[in-house]
């Protein structure tokens, strides 16, 4: 089984391997981070960064397409690059998912048309302007298609889509595995449960980093 990550400039960190630790470990996964370039890419806040193992010109198939996220979204739904493999790559996917923001460049390659689906909360109505159905749900599932909510949620997703393919014990091992047992010290996860203050925060940096990402 074949599982191409995307990667780019700027995607956020735990989008991307969050889901990695759990499909990863699925029996006979192969798991390849692609982007356009075999150089570095760092993550929004630049403190890591992985390198690719191969470009997109180099993968014309998987088994299973994940898009992470990240700040600077009108950058990623632009970059035709990403946007034109992701295009390329779907109609072979037995799943084709994304995580936070990386929905918008599924509706960007014209993915998400008609269709629910979820982002980060901060950009649902980003993901309705690419014409997909905005859901407020953690995972959503529509045939092929796997969006997850903000970040953490893409562990969520990988477990829910390891269940679908290998069976509900082999996702509950890897579970165990991993030891995701979450247990946060807050229930602030979501703006529904978090303080009018905390969510008017959150939201004022989101507008700040996506003003600063345009800018640069």
Known sequence: MKIAIALFD???????VGPYEVLSRLPGAEVVFVAAEKRIYRTDIGALALLPGATFAEVDRA?????????????????????????????????TTSVCTGSLVLGAAGVLQGIDAVTHWGAMTDLAAVG?????????????????????????MALTLAARIAGEDVARAIQ??????????????????????????IAELMRQTEQAHAAA
């Open 176 to 201: 165990l595995g991993i030891e995701y047992d979450p247990q946060p010290p807050f229930d602030s996860g979501h703006p529904s449960k978090a303080t009018p203050e905390t969510v008017q925060v």
């Open 10 to 16: 700027r995607f956020t960190a735990l989008d991307a």
């Open 132 to 156: 997909a159905n905005p859901v407020s749900e953690r995972v959503v599932i529509r045939g092929k298609i796997v969006t997850a909510a903000g970040v953490s949620a893409g562990i969520d």
């Open 63 to 95: 088994d299973i397409l994940l898009v992470p996220g990240g700040p600077g979204r009108q950058a990623m739904m632009a970059d035709e690059a990403l946007v034109g493999w992701v295009r390329k790559i779907h109609p072979t996917t037995q799943w």
